[in-house]
T-cell receptor, first 118, second 111 residues
Framework: GAVVSQHPSRVICKSGTSVKIECRSL??????MFWYRQFPKQSLMLMAT?????????EQGVEKDKFLINHASLTLSTLTVTSAHPEDSSFYIC??????????????FGSGTRLTVV | SQQGEEDPQALSIQEGENATMNCSYK?????LQWYRQNSGRGLVHLIL?????REKHSGRLRVTLDTSKKSSSLLITASRAADTASYFC???????????FGAGTRLFVKA
């Protein structure tokens, strides 16, 4: 089945630095990538949607200059948290939709990245 | 933005019992999906039910969908301790393809 590889799984960074999270589709072409954020004991909140080769569409309340999304190829999308602060500490998950995915199998999710900003 | 509510927020049962979780949503949907998430881990897709379907089974899982009430339920029969996890419903609306998640139910199955 479709697999999305997300790295790193866990990262700790200092306040003010930037962190890049990668999601790669391993055996399909991810035409669309969704990025979610999940705070402890809460649900997943959609942050942005990106289509390959075009600018990401951000949900209301999500700062596009802080959360930079790049989807330059059909197999790679990145989320960069710029000038991270402790309140950005969260679990970030990507989800891919592509040719041959979805249908009765839902969308494919990465395994998530636990970001801790100290 | 959140799509809907799930209840209960938390559920604690004994192994062997059935667990029922409910989900309500607000907009017209293309399909509704249920996912499972173990603590601090990624999501596992369990089952998808289309808007023109009313019931679907997969192993010990049974999902119902009532589009007139904009609600769905997930039944896990003969629960096991390994079923302990958070369960989320998610909808894809008719206007697009974004997957929006409900608040989730935390299930704890006691051995």
């Amino acid at each position: 089945g479709a697999v999305v590889s997300q790295h790193p799984s866990r990262v700790i960074c200092k306040s003010g630095t930037s962190v890049k999270i990668e999601c790669r589709s391993l055996d399909f072409q991810a035409t669309t990538m969704f990025w979610y954020r999940q705070f402890p004991k809460q649900s997943l909140m959609l942050m942005a949607t990106s289509n390959e080769g075009s600018k990401a569409t951000y949900e209301q309340g999500v700062e596009k200059d802080k959360f930079l999304i790049n989807h330059a190829s059909l197999t790679l999308s990145t989320l960069t948290v710029t000038s991270a602060h402790p309140e950005d500490s969260s679990f970030y998950i990507c989800s891919a939709r592509g040719r041959g995915t979805g249908g009765d199998y839902g969308y494919t999710f990465g395994s998530g990245t636990r970001l801790t900003v100290v | 933005s959140q799509q809907g509510e799930e209840d209960p927020q938390a559920l604690s049962i004994q192994e062997g019992e059935n667990a029922t979780m409910n989900c309500s949503y607000k907009t017209s949907i293309n399909n509704l999906q249920w996912y499972r998430q173990n603590s601090g881990r990624g999501l596992v897709h369990l089952i998808l039910i289309r808007s023109n379907e009313r019931e679907k089974h997969s192993g010990r899982l049974r999902v119902t969908l009532d589009t007139s009430k904009k609600s769905s339920s997930l039944l896990i029969t003969a629960s096991r301790a390994a079923d302990t996890a958070s369960y989320f419903c998610a909808t894809v609306d008719t206007g697009g393809f974004k997957t929006i998640f409900g608040a989730g139910t935390r299930l704890f199955v006691k051995a």
